[in-house]
């Protein structure tokens, strides 16, 4: 981008698949609801963050254990839960857990058209660097 003269701009995935759920008219979220966005780690743990019913954050993004990621969904209210480790978060949660989760489908692909959008909106976009959510396997 730079070397062409086109801005770069950073985001991060989580944010982006939390606005595309909210943004969608077919998955409205209720005042009192929270979407929680789970991605897949490949290991013990999940990368997660947590936003309200207007796609604000109410939570940085982290990475979570199983029993964080429950309590933070009996936070306050009801959540809906949505990612790629969704169906890994369900097969590991208690039985009496699973029946109060709601989940949604997953969103398979970033929308383009929500991407352009996030880099409109004040908030979103930061400039491109790492985000790290946790230490490296191996250090030296």
Known sequence: G???GCPVVGLVSLDVMAQQYIRDLSNPLNENETLTVLIETKRQDYYTCQYNSKGQRIMEPQALSLESVIDICFNDGQT???GDAVERFMSECP???KEQIKTSEL???LDPFTIALLTKDDGFTSNPEPLYLR???VSV
């Open 2 to 4: 730079l070397s062409i």
């Open 107 to 109: 969103i398979e692909l």
């Open 95 to 97: 039985d009496d857990v």
């Open 80 to 82: 809906i839960v949505i």
């Open 135 to 137: 230490d490296a396997d």
